[in-house]
């Protein structure tokens, strides 16, 4: 089993920068593809990008393409998410996720087995 645990979300300015980072432990021998997803309040949650095993691969949501980046460093063990010219419609509760496949990056949240707790960003106007 793969533990997750996010840290880093806060408050921030329309415009302004955040990193989330996912601290992974437990079965981290076998690296997957992993991923963030976002719950906005009062929607569903929604992918926002994944990486592959390898972190060879990316994949975002349309609309984060450009403004967010997602990192992975296997030998530390850690997932990151740096957030670069924030929007209100940025806010949301951000997790963390650990697919159970090295193929494709999925971006349905019903593929991926492990998940963090979840952290907050809240993006003012």
């Known amino acids: 089993q793969v533990r997750l645990v996010e840290s880093g979300g806060g408050l921030a300015q329309a415009g302004g920068s955040l990193r989330l980072s996912c601290a992974i432990s437990?079965?981290?021998?076998?690296?997957?593809?992993m991923a963030w997803f976002r719950r906005p309040p009062g929607k569903e949650r929604e992918f926002v990008a994944g990486i592959s095993w390898s972190g060879g691969s990316t994949s975002y949501r349309e609309s984060v393409k450009g403004r967010f980046t997602i990192l992975r460093d296997n030998a530390d063990n850690r997932l990151d998410l740096q957030m670069n010219s924030l929007k209100p419609e940025d806010t949301a509760v951000y997790y963390c996720?650990?697919?159970?496949?090295?193929?494709?990056?999925?971006?349905?949240?019903?593929?991926?087995?492990?998940w963090g707790q979840g952290t907050q960003v809240t993006v003012s106007s």
């Open positions: 996720a650990a697919d159970r496949t090295r193929a494709a990056i999925r971006t349905s949240s019903r593929n991926y087995m492990s």
């Open positions: 437990g079965r981290t021998e076998f690296s997957y593809n």
